[in-house]
C-alpha cells in the first residue's frame, strides 16, 4: 500500500509541477485584441474604438484565465478521484491487517488442545 | 522489491512519461490552447473504462464456467476500476465541456449513454457490496456480463443518434501525428495505473477472502 | 420438448395468478403517474403547451412531455410489481417451492413472460389515463398499434430485467432493498429508447431516429438471452 502512495504523490507533484510549468502566461496578443475588437464593435457600432478595445482585451484575457483554471481542476479531479479509491483501499487493507491480528490473538490465547 | 512495488514504480514512470510529453512537447491546440490537453487523459481513461468493463464480464464469465475464484477477484476489481474511470472521464468530461463548449453538461447521446453506463457499475458495486460468500461470486458475475451491454452502446452512440460535441468514434485515426502519439502514450500510462490498481485490489480481495474462511474455521471450532 | 411445454405453461399460469394478486401494484403505478402529471401540470399550467402555438408545434411539445411522463410512471410500475413478485416467491417458500423441477430458462421464460404481460396491463392503464390528462385526441389506430408494439417491446426488457434482478434480490439476505439499485441502471437503456420511440407516435409523427427501435428491441433481445442463459446459476444454492 505504501508503494501506491509513493506512486500516487509523486505522480500527482509531477503533474501539478509539469502544468504549472508549461502554462502559457495569461497575456492576449494585440492582434487578437484587434480583432475581438473589431468584432464588438460590428455588433455594437456605437462602442468607441478604445472602449471596444479595452473590452476585447477584457474579455480575452479573462476566457485565457478560464481555460487555466479548467486544466487545473480537471486535473485535480482527475488526482483526486485516484486518491479517494487508494484511501478507501487502505482503510479496507487496515481493518483485514488488525482482524487478522484479532484472530491469530485468538488462536495464541485458546488452549492447545481447541487448536487445529 | 515486491510485485506491488515494482507496478508502482512502472506506472508512476509510464504517468511521468505521458505528463512530460502532455504538457511538454505537444503544441497547444489553436482553438482550445491550454484546456485541450484535458483530452489526453480524459480520453485514455474513457478507452480503459471499456476494457475494465469488458474484462469484468470476461473474468465473470470464466468464474461461473470454471469457479475459479481468482477470476472473481479480478472481475471485482475491474468493475471498481470502471466505475473510478467512468467518474474520471465524466468529471474531466464536463470541465473540457465547460471550457470548450461554456455548458458543464447536455445531454447528448454520448454523455447520456455514459451517465447510465456509471449507473449501472454503481449498480454493480452495491450488488457486490451487499452480498456474501458464494452468492456474491455468482450474482456479480451475471451482473458484470450483463452491464457489459453498455460498451457498444456508449462507443456508438453518436454513429447511431449523432453528437453535437463528441466526434464519431474512430476520429483520433484524422488527428495530427503529435496529439495520436501523445494519445498513445496516456493510453499505456493509464492502462499501467489499471493494471496496478487491478493487482492492489485483487491482492486485498484475496486477503478479505481468507480472512473470512479464517473466522468460518473459528466458528466451527 | 413437449414437457417443457408443459413445465412452461404451468408455471406461467402460476407466476401470472401471483402477479394478479398483487395487482395493487397497478394501482400505486397509475397514482404515481396522476401525482407526475399533477406536478407537472402544476408548474406549466393551466396548459402544458401555451396554446397560441400552431397545432402542430403544439402537439410535439404535449406528446414529449406525455412521453416522458408515461415511461417515468411506467419505470416505477415495473420496480413496484418485481418487488411484490419478489415478496410473493418468498411468501409461496422462495422459487425452488414453484421449481417442478424444471430447468431454470423455462422458470426465467415463464416469469419473464408473466411478468411482461402485467407491465403491458398497467401500461395499457397508464396509456389511456396520459391520453386523458394531456388532451391527446388526434391518434389514429395506426399511432395506437404502434404505442402498443414500443410498450409490449419494452415490456419484455423490462421483464428480461426485472425477472432476472428479481431471483438475484431473492437469492441474497435483504436483497429487496437492492432490487431498485441493481434493476433500474440495467433498465435506464431500454426506458431511454422507449420514451424516444413513443414520443414522436403520441404526437402521430413517424420515428425518424430509427436507431431508437433498434435498441429497444436488441436490448430486449439480449437482456433476454442473458437471462435465459444465466438463470439457472443464479438459482444454485
Known amino acids: 500500500m505504501r508503494a501506491a502512495w509513493i506512486a500516487f504523490a509523486v505522480s500527482f507533484a509531477v503533474c501539478t509541477t509539469l502544468a504549472f510549468m508549461t502554462a502559457a502566461p495569461v497575456g492576449v496578443s494585440a492582434e487578437d485584441v484587434r480583432a475581438e475588437a473589431e468584432a464588438t464593435q460590428t455588433i455594437n457600432p456605437d462602442l468607441p474604438a478604445d472602449a471596444a478595445i479595452q473590452k476585447a482585451a477584457d474579455y480575452l484575457e479573462k476566457k485565457q484565465r478560464s481555460r487555466l483554471t479548467y486544466l487545473f481542476s480537471a486535473y485535480l479531479v482527475l488526482w483526486g478521484l485516484l486518491g479517494l479509491y487508494l484511501y478507501t483501499l487502505a482503510r479496507k487493507q487496515a481493518r483485514i491487517e488488525a482482524e487478522l491480528k484479532r484472530l491469530s490473538a485468538l488462536w495464541e490465547d485458546a488452549p492447545e488442545d481447541s487448536v487445529g | 522489491m515486491t510485485k506491488m512495488q515494482a507496478g508502482a514504480i512502472v506506472s508512476t514512470l509510464a504517468v511521468f512519461a505521458a505528463l512530460t510529453v502532455v504538457f511538454m512537447f505537444l503544441p497547444l491546440e489553436a482553438e482550445m490552447l491550454e484546456s485541450q490537453k484535458i483530452f489526453y487523459f480524459h480520453v485514455s481513461f474513457a478507452f480503459t473504462m471499456f476494457l475494465a468493463c469488458i474484462v469484468t464480464a470476461v473474468a465473470g464469465g470464466y468464474y461461473l464456467a470454471r469457479g475459479c475464484e481468482l477470476a472473481d477477484a479480478v472481475a471485482g476489481a475491474s468493475a471498481e476500476a470502471a466505475f473510478l474511470f467512468a467518474s474520471i472521464v465524466l468529471l474531466t468530461g464536463m470541465f473540457w465541456a465547460r471550457s470548450s463548449w461554456n455548458v458543464w453538461w447536455n445531454w447528448e447521446p454520448r454523455l447520456t449513454s455514459m451517465l447510465a453506463l456509471w449507473a449501472i457499475y454503481a449498480g454493480y458495486l452495491l450488488f457486490r457490496a451487499n452480498a456474501r460468500g458464494e452468492a456474491r461470486r455468482r450474482l456479480a458475475s451475471v451482473y458484470g456480463i450483463a452491464a457489459c451491454v453498455m460498451v457498444p452502446i456508449v462507443y456508438y452512440s453518436i454513429k447511431l443518434w449523432g453528437g453535437l460535441m463528441h466526434p464519431r468514434e474512430g476520429t483520433i485515426f484524422d488527428m495530427e501525428v503529435s496529439m495520436q502519439v501523445g494519445l498513445l502514450i496516456s493510453f499505456a500510462a493509464v492502462l499501467c495505473v489499471y493494471a496496478a490498481l487491478m493487482a492492489l485490489r485483487a491482492r486485498i480481495e484475496t486477503a478479505e477472502r481468507r480472512l473470512e474462511s479464517l473466522w468460518q474455521n473459528e466458528g466451527r471450532g | ?237
Do not use: N
Open chain 3, 1 to 237: 420438448m413437449k414437457h417443457t411445454l408443459a413445465q412452461f405453461s404451468r408455471l406461467f399460469y402460476k407466476d401470472l395468478s401471483l402477479q394478479w394478486r398483487s395487482r395493487g401494484a397497478m394501482a400505486v403505478a397509475l397514482l404515481f403517474s396522476l401525482t407526475a402529471v399533477m406536478l407537472f401540470a402544476l408548474v406549466y399550467g393551466p396548459f402544458f403547451s401555451p396554446p397560441e402555438l400552431p397545432m402542430e408545434a403544439r402537439r410535439r411539445e404535449l406528446a414529449k412531455l406525455a412521453s416522458s411522463i408515461y415511461w417515468t410512471a411506467a419505470a416505477f410500475a415495473g420496480v413496484v410489481a418485481i418487488y411484490r413478485s419478489a415478496e410473493a416467491d418468498r411468501e409461496a417458500g422462495g422459487i425452488k417451492a414453484v421449481r417442478m423441477d424444471a430447468d431454470g430458462s423455462v422458470i426465467y421464460a415463464a416469469r419473464m413472460c408473466a411478468l411482461s404481460v402485467m407491465l403491458c396491463l398497467t401500461q395499457l392503464a397508464l396509456g389511456l389515463l396520459t391520453a386523458a390528462f394531456f388532451d391527446i385526441s388526434w391518434l389514429t389506430l395506426g399511432d395506437v398499434l404502434r404505442l402498443i408494439g414500443v410498450g409490449a417491446a419494452a415490456s419484455v426488457g423490462l421483464g428480461a430485467v426485472g425477472a432476472l434482478m428479481g431471483a438475484m434480490a431473492a437469492s441474497m439476505r435483504g436483497g429487496e432493498g437492492l432490487l431498485s439499485a441493481g434493476m433500474l441502471p440495467l433498465q435506464l437503456p431500454l426506458l431511454m429508447a422507449a420514451s424516444k420511440c413513443a414520443a414522436p407516435i403520441w404526437a402521430s409523427e413517424p420515428i425518424q431516429e430509427k436507431a431508437w427501435i433498434a435498441l429497444l428491441v436488441a436490448y430486449a433481445l439480449i437482456m433476454s438471452a442473458v437471462g435465459l442463459l444465466l438463470f439457472e446459476v443464479v438459482l444454485e444454492d
